[in-house]
């Protein structure tokens, strides 16, 4: 069963654009936060971006000014839109639906983003 796909990852070059979608299972996309993580090679999954229930989001201060975290909640679906990339943003980026009570977490499989010459 896969709650989370997400979709819209390749090769770009430094300052291209590129547009992440992930489709959610109706069911958990009420969740109250959904977040883009990225894992670079050979480092740690990171919080890029998230957006909560009710519109407020959070950004990671290497991407401030260059993507945004939206939803649509009649296609149940949560978008990041990526501006003036950098090699940096390298990494596979995926689709996380969390909330607190009880705990539980659900991810995606990951679509991969590349940014080079």
């Known amino acids: 069963q896969e709650l989370l796909v997400e979709s819209g990852g390749g090769l770009v070059q430094p300052g291209g654009s590129l547009r992440l979608s992930c489709a959610a299972s109706?069911?958990?996309?009420?969740?109250?936060?959904l977040g883009w993580y990225c894992q670079a090679p050979g480092k740690q999954r990171e919080l890029v971006a998230s957006i909560t229930i009710d519109g407020r989001t959070n950004y990671a201060d290497s991407v401030k000014g260059r993507f945004t975290i939206s939803r649509d909640n009649a296609k149940n679906t949560v978008y990041l839109q990526m501006n003036s990339l950098k090699p940096e943003d390298t990494g596979v980026y995926y689709c996380?639906?969390?909330?607190?009570?009880?705990?539980?977490?659900?991810w995606g499989q990951g679509t991969r983003v590349t940014v080079s010459s």
């Open positions: 996380n639906v969390a909330r607190s009570q009880p705990p539980t977490s659900y």
């Open positions: 109706r069911s958990i996309f009420s969740f109250l936060t």
